[in-house]
C-alpha cells in the first residue's frame, strides 16, 4: 500500500509563488509516473507536470515556463508554481503510478488578490 499526502497549498497573490510537497510511504518498487493533477471548481482533473518512467518531466502548456516539478531520493515530489495566475486557483493531487495508481487527498491552492 502507498500512502500520498500533499500539503503547501494556500492563498497567494497573481505573479506570486508557492511550494507544494507531496510526501509518500508505503511499499514502492518501479515507478512508472509520478506527478501533479489540479481539478478547478466545475471542470474535470487535469495533469499539470509528470516525471515519466525514464525521469524525464513533461509539463502542460498551461503551466510551461511558470512551474516546476522536482522530486527527492526518498520518492516525494514538488511543484514549485511560479507567476501564479488566478487560472491556476484549484485543488491540487500527487499521482504516483507503481504496481497501482495512487492519489492524495489534494491540497487547495488559491490565487487571488
Known amino acids: 500500500q502507498v500512502q500520498l499526502v500533499e500539503s503547501g497549498g494556500g492563498l497567494v497573490q497573481p505573479g506570486g509563488s508557492l511550494r507544494l510537497f507531496c510526501a509518500a510511504s508505503?511499499?514502492?518498487?518501479?515507478?512508472?509516473?509520478m506527478g501533479w493533477y489540479r481539478q478547478a471548481p466545475g471542470k474535470q482533473r487535469e495533469w499539470v507536470a509528470v516525471?515519466?518512467?525514464?525521469?524525464?518531466t513533461r509539463y502542460a502548456d498551461s503551466v510551461k515556463g511558470r512551474f516546476t516539478i522536482s522530486r527527492d531520493n526518498a520518492n516525494n515530489t514538488y511543484l514549485h508554481l511560479n507567476n501564479s495566475k488566478p487560472e491556476d486557483t484549484a485543488v491540487y493531487f500527487c499521482?504516483?503510478?507503481?504496481?497501482?495508481?495512487?492519489w492524495g487527498q489534494g491540497t487547495q491552492v488559491t490565487v487571488s488578490s
Open positions: 508505503g511499499s514502492i518498487s518501479k515507478i512508472y509516473a
Open positions: 499521482n504516483l503510478v507503481t504496481r497501482g495508481g495512487y
Open positions: 516525471f515519466d518512467s525514464a525521469g524525464n
